[in-house]
């Protein structure tokens, strides 16, 4: 009898994971999709922001949430570019990428949108921030591509700080055209690690890419 209700108990505990698992993977799957046409109103962007970062309340082992919370927090704040408010979006920003770090420590996607929060603190005032914010932003690319060669994502963000960089300062479509042609080849044969996994970038590379040709 004892060894009827164990079998009965383990029977329903994978039932409700397996139940939980699925609600989860529907809800991120069904946010992730809204991502590309929410680009189309910033605002959307923090709706999605708020959408993730509840799931990732929900489901408290899953970092996958609190990263897209974080990247649609930064692209929120690249794509309205109100320096008054970088700071404050930023620390948000962090706040959840430091929760996804939490759970999944070493990871080159988290490493990449570390790179943007960076970048975005530094558009406050590129002239006296670029010491502190421009090496912190740089630094993390360098270890997302230490931590996933593989990875896209950096070498496409490196490119594109490049090409915005003056000359000068050793940038232009030069030097950033090389670390976008490695992003595209890389894009060619990265595989997500499951349909939930980070896929973005390369439609932005292949533009960025066709404006220094």
């Known amino acids: 009898m004892k060894k009827l209700i164990l079998s009965a108990v383990v029977f329903l505990t994978a039932i409700t994971s397996s139940a939980q698992s699925e609600k989860y993977t529907s809800a991120m799957r069904s946010n992730i999709a809204a991502m ?26 899953q970092w996958l949430p609190y990263y897209y919370a974080a990247l649609m927090q930064v692209n929120y704040g690249f794509m309205i570019n109100d320096v008054t408010k970088n700071d404050a979006l930023a620390d948000k920003a962090a706040l959840l990428i430091s929760k996804a770090d939490s759970l999944s420590p070493g990871n080159s996607e988290i490493s990449t949108v570390k790179s943007m929060i960076a970048t975005l603190q530094l558009l406050v005032d590129p002239m006296t921030r670029y010491m502190e914010f421009g090496q912190v932003s740089a630094g993390e690319l360098e270890k997302a591509i230490a931590q996933d060669p593989s990875n896209p994502r950096p070498y496409y963000l490196k490119g594109q700080s490049l090409k915005y960089t003056p000359e000068q300062f050793g940038g232009g479509c030069k030097t950033a055209k090389a670390q976008l042609e490695t992003s595209i080849n890389k894009f060619a044969t990265f595989k997500p690690a499951s349909e939930l996994h980070p896929v973005w970038g390369k439609e932005r590379t292949q533009v960025i890419l066709q404006e220094c040709q």
Request: proline fraction near 4%; charge should be neutral.
């Open 36 to 61: 590309d046409t929410s680009y189309r109103n910033p605002a959307n962007l923090l709706v999605l922001a708020n959408t993730f970062e509840r799931i990732g309340m929900a489901e408290k082992s």
